[in-house]
């Protein structure tokens, strides 16, 4: 006699088959190359996190927070005297005074806030538009949405954005369109030219912008970060994401923000309060203290430039090709001189023989594409960074 379908062989219950809402979706390349990176004792320069310590002011804040009894549910949009803070940086950054009551919300992470407005603004059938090559988490979001993704490759080589081509793209369905400056994984910034020419694009529309700016205090060269909050056509449509997590070196911490025009931010909030409902509140309390002084985060292009260059210079005594990198902490290099594998063979072949890991670029393409180039992030100490050079000298 078989068991029941309810049972299995051995006559335990079993779980029902599910089966899945999200077949394309597996396991990030992040999440493989770090574990290769484990396993092959390599210097993990594939996933982008700092390999260092935060502030150590930023730290007694929290335990100064928590022993001051800010230890219970703070309000739903985040604590009053952070939004305060991020408004004050805002303007005085970027000339756009947005209220902290009803147009700045703390979130868990920029990864939650891109999720959020995806799924307060995206309706099913709605189409958005991806700038590939893009982060991983932008097409799940809007597959979740129940929405189509529209995928507008940004230009090989250069990866700027091509406007015939995100011109090409837009329909009367087209509901937002999702851009990041500084750009993971290229390390490009847009220009303030570009930045004007999708506000013009857009203007005769009514397409959403959810901006990824999470590396906005990491552009290079004397370069300004275009935020969108520097042009109103483009301010006036958009959800501005940041995160903390980048900024101070506390990606573990998982608290960024969004920015946006009231009525874009009463729809964010619908969702965000029964996504996260809120963040941890000691943190917040230490984040608003820590933000009274504006140094930590207007000297960290020079700090990480210095890292930048001192990669680049090792990276020069090898058959690596720099591709430029004027903002994030991401390095990419084109492999072409150095091997006939393509991206993930080379990324795999690199970590396991050489003991250094990388992220193929190839990964932020629906289709796999494959020019020949990886991505490096330089986010770590100099004896980190160091130790990769010498074992990338050998090839």
């Not at 077949?23 to 210097?43: C, D, H, Q, Y």
């Not at 009803?102 to 891109?114: F, K, L, N, R, Y």
Request: proline share 7%; net charge neutral; charged share 20%.
């Amino acid at each position: 006699m078989s068991a029941p379908a309810s049972l299995n062989a051995a006559g335990a219950a079993r779980a029902p088959d599910v089966g899945t809402k999200f077949p394309a979706i597996g396991t990030t390349i992040f999440t493989r190359m770090s574990a290769l990176a484990v396993e092959k004792n390599a210097v993990n320069l594939g996933q982008g996190f700092p390999d260092f310590d935060c502030d150590a002011r930023l730290r007694e804040a929290v335990t100064a927070a928590m022993n001051a009894g800010h230890n219970q549910y703070p309000p739903m949009p985040g604590v009053r005297m952070l939004r305060e803070a991020i408004a004050a940086k805002i303007e005085g950054l970027y000339g756009r005074r947005y209220r902290a009551a009803d147009e700045i919300t703390v979130t868990a992470g920029a990864t939650q806030a891109i999720l959020t407005a995806v799924l307060a603004v995206v309706r099913a059938g709605d189409e958005v538009i991806v700038l590939e090559p893009c982060y991983d988490s932008y097409v799940p979001n809007i597959d979740m949405a129940g929405a189509r993704v529209v995928r507008v490759a940004l230009t090989s080589g250069s990866f700027r954005p091509d406007f015939d081509r995100i011109a090409a793209a837009l329909t009367p369905r087209t509901r937002a369109i999702i851009i990041n400056t500084p750009h993971n994984p290229s390390a490009t910034v847009w220009t303030e030219a570009e930045m004007r020419q999708l506000e013009q694009l857009l203007a005769p529309t009514d397409v959403l912008v959810i901006s990824d700016e999470v590396y906005e205090h990491m552009v290079y060269d004397g370069a300004p970060h275009p935020s969108a909050a520097r042009f109103p056509g483009l301010a006036a449509r958009s959800f501005i994401v940041s995160s903390f997590g980048k900024t101070y070196h506390v990606t573990g911490w998982k608290i960024g923000y969004v920015a946006a025009p009231a009525p874009l931010t009463a729809e964010f909030r619908k969702v965000h309060q029964f996504n996260v409902f809120t963040v941890n509140t000691p943190m917040q309390c230490a984040l608003a203290a820590y933000m009274a002084d504006p140094a930590p985060y207007l000297n960290l292009p020079a700090f990480y430039q210095r890292k930048r260059d001192l990669f680049a210079q090792g990276l020069a005594r090898t058959r690596f090709k720099c591709l430029p990198s004027q903002g994030t902490y991401f390095q990419c290099v084109d492999i072409s001189a150095l091997s006939p594998l393509d991206e993930a063979q080379f990324c795999q072949w690199l970590t396991t023989e050489i003991g250094v890991a990388a992220i193929p670029l190839s990964a932020f393409y629906g289709d796999g594409f494959d020019q020949r180039v990886v991505r490096f992030c330089f986010a770590k100490k100099d004896e980190t960074l160091r130790r990769a050079i010498e074992r990338l000298e050998k090839l």
